[in-house]
């Protein structure tokens, strides 16, 4: 299935292509400026720390859908052994094969591509098998680090988890704000609470997969007019799966990552920190997300932390 006129009417409202200069690689990012970031860390009052994080293991939330998304394989290189003679220091040292995205993660705004181009109207064909993105790569982003600001959709609405069918909309969003008693703003990292990675917890990876709720097709116009930094929710595909629009495959990440340029986040637990919203009473806090630099890649592992 092609892409149907409505995805491109949407793409033109949201497209920001050019917005921060015609060499821009960061997106929506360069919406976090120092006074954001001051202002984010004013709101550090009792030095509680949350982290976002799954583990990082082989029996991961990967199951074989997506082709060549490997779950970490752990391997050590060498144990206690003295390398520089019997008697000195021992090291050990150990070695990891896994998918960039394949726990807690940021996309990149390569991570996909449509219509033959990526952010900033750069060709697709910048991203190769040799080095990964030419351009826009996970390492151009040196570090992320903003107010945090859960939308705790599933709460919002009275329940711990959404329906696997549920699209997530703006007027979730609406609704999880005035559930919360705040409003986003300009340069916030968005987080979004569907409840869907309690599955994963509970050890039903598959389930966690599929059926799954997510970020409908209509949130990146929020998301752009409310001048959002970067968003991420806790389920595995980000957008509801299977898609909103039969036959339509991932086209919110095409808006966000390619015409928008801001980044996603999936597999996040936000578990433990909707607890802690609850227990703090209030929904905004310093969050801490920076992306590990690997030079060209579409995505990174990322360890989360939100300090109250």
Not at 35 to 61: C, F, H, K, M, W
Not at 83 to 103: E, H, K, R
Not at 212 to 235: I, K, M, Q
């Amino acid at each position: 299935m092609s892409l149907p006129a409505e995805f491109h009417e949407i793409a033109k409202r949201v497209n920001n292509w050019g917005r921060w200069g015609t060499d821009d690689e960061i997106g929506t990012l360069n919406l976090i400026t120092d006074e954001v970031v001051r202002e984010a860390a004013a709101t550090v009052r009792t030095g509680r720390r949350v982290p976002l994080a799954l583990p990082l293991q082989q029996d991961g939330v990967q199951t074989g859908m997506i082709p060549g998304r490997v779950n970490p394989l752990h391997a050590m290189v060498q144990i206690n052994q003295e390398i520089f003679g019997p008697g000195t220091v021992a090291c050990s040292d150990d070695v990891v094969t896994m998918g960039l995205q394949a726990a807690t993660h940021w996309d990149a705004l390569t991570h996909v591509s449509h219509s033959g181009k990526i952010y900033n109207g750069r060709p697709a064909d910048t991203v190769t098998a040799h080095a990964g993105a030419e351009f826009s790569g996970i390492d151009k982003p040196r570090h992320i680090a903003s107010r945090g600001v859960l939308l705790d959709v599933a709460r919002a609405r009275g329940t711990d988890r959404l329906a696997g069918d549920h699209a997530v909309t703006p007027e979730d969003l609406e609704t999880a704000e005035e559930f919360a008693g705040i409003r986003v703003r300009s340069g916030d990292i968005v987080l979004v609470r569907t409840g869907q990675i309690q599955l994963c917890l509970a050890g039903d990876k598959h389930a966690y997969a599929y059926p799954s709720p997510g970020l409908s097709v209509r949130t990146p116009e929020w998301f752009h007019a409310r001048d959002v930094a970067a968003v991420a929710n806790d389920t595995l595909t980000f957008e509801m799966f299977p898609p909103e629009i039969d036959g339509l495959w991932l086209p919110v990440h095409a808006l966000d990552l390619v015409e928008m340029g801001m980044l996603q986040g999936q597999n996040w637990n936000l578990e433990e920190l909707s607890t802690a919203c609850g227990q703090e009473s209030r929904y905004t806090f310093l969050l801490s997300a920076m992306p590990e630099p690997f030079a060209g890649g579409t995505g990174t592992p990322v360890a989360p932390v939100a300090i109250f």
